[in-house]
């Protein structure tokens, strides 16, 4: 196959080298055509266009691939644990045990958060929606340790920093939850694990004993470990494009978690408990909702379905589903949102309008009917995906700065007024 491609415009013909991936995808570079040809690209929402090249993460749309450095969902999602994939996705490897012991040391001895933190939490009435309550938390670790914000300082400086902003995020998850509900929280307990600790903190009340079921830790682990990383998601794009102008890792995850709270990307599985919800309180007629969705004059989407990548089932779709029926029945959970998701999924599967457009039940589908089944509040479950995908950014804002990228500036076509003279007030 050519390592060259051929641009004819106007008469003229100009070559584009082509690079070949280590799955042996293809890409055009065109970083030089504007050199060459005074033209751009143009592509909305990047459809089509690379922003980077990448080691953390493989996807194949079509074939429903997906593989965290070179590892795959399936094998990571029964054999490996949440923080160890977090450590293969940052480091690149998967540690040796003396490494993982250290690892999580370091982040149980950094669950605590200043205590100063809590005035900040103070600002936010109750009701507030988590997803905001934590990107506001997670900035304020820059003023907390001002010697995160340069992201050059030094090797141990930058795993300092993500140590901390790993460590912390649990204890943030929950006390934004504990701050929305209006409940005092609760002090990391490091005589548990990562997730059990999360669960505590958000579980517990003052004067009640709470003992984390071993089901519900287990099943947290997996989902945190499907929503690991994704390449080059919405969320990863920002982490990547805020950390490319040199801001802090903590100001680039910030950004982050407020480009995955938008219903059409992270905020989805909250969207999907709130549709299976309406679509239940409505009486249940999947067949309605599956007309709505495929009506262009209707704004009704189904979501939980659709990717912009996966021309095929997501992978972790397949894995979640089958978690919620485990979860579930361990947990004895009865819950008919479940029976019209998959009522739906099965409609939508043998539908046409959605085989035609290859729409498969994504990550956001059944995440929240396990969720909900855990305990967790609707608007928690976007938090969740945020604490899940922390690594994944963490790892994209990593790469990025090692690969010492420049400043995302994307060029654009002006199609706005030509130039005309200044009318006076009395002209117009
Ligand atoms: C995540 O990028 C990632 O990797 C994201 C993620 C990750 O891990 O980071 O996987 C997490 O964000 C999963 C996606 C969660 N969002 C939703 O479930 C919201 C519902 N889905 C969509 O809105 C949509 O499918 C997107 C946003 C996910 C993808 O949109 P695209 O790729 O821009 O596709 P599109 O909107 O151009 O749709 C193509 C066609 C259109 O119809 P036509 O104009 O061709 O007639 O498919 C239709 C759309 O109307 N369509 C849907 C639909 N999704 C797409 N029709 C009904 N219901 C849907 N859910």
Known sequence: MSNVAELKVDGKSYELPIIEGSEKERAIDISKLRAQSGLITIDPGFKNTGSTTSSITFLDGEQGILRYRGYSIEDLA?????????????????????????????????????????????????????????????????????????????????????????????????????????????????????????????????????????????????????????????????????????????????????????????????????????????GGDVKKYIDKAKDKDDSFRLMGFGHRVYKNFDPRARI???????????????????????????????????????????????SGIIYRAMGIPTEMFTVMFALGRLPGWIAQWKEMRENNEPIGRPRQIYVGSNQRTYPSIDER
């Open 78 to 282: 029964e054999k490996s644990s949440f923080l160890e994939v977090a450590y293969l996705l940052i480091y690149g490897v998967l540690p040796k045990k003396d490494e993982f012991d250290t690892f999580k040391r370091d982040i149980t001895t950094h669950t605590l958060v200043h205590e100063d933190i809590k005035k900040i939490l103070d600002g936010f009435p109750s009701n507030s929606h988590p997803m905001g309550t934590l990107s506001s938390l997670v900035c304020s670790l820059t003023a907390f340790y001002p010697e995160s914000l340069d992201p050059n300082r030094s090797w141990e400086a930058t795993n300092m920093s993500i140590i901390r902003i790993l460590a912390k995020m649990p204890t943030f998850a929950a006390w934004a939850y504990k701050n929305e509900v209006g409940h005092p929280v609760n002090y990391p307990d490091n005589s548990l694990d990562y997730c059990s600790n999360f669960l505590k903190m958000m579980f517990a009340l003052p004067a009640e004993q709470y003992d984390v079921d071993p089901v519900v830790a287990d099943a947290l682990d997996k989902l945190l470990i499907l929503h690991a990383d994704h390449e080059q998601n919405c969320s990863a794009s920002t982490v990547r494009i805020v950390g490319s102008s040199k801001a802090s890792l903590y100001a680039s995850v910030s950004a982050g978690i407020n480009a995955l709270w938008g219903p059409l990307h992270g905020g989805a599985n909250q969207a999907v408990i709130e549709m299976l919800e309406n679509i239940k309180a409505d």
């Open 320 to 366: 979640i589903k089958k978690a919620a029926d485990d979860v579930l029945s361990k947990l004895g959970v009865q819950d008919p949102v479940l029976d019209i998701a998959k009522g739906l999924e099965e409609a939508a599967l043998n539908d046409d309008y959605f085989v035609e457009r290859k729409l498969y039940p994504n990550v956001d589908f059944y």
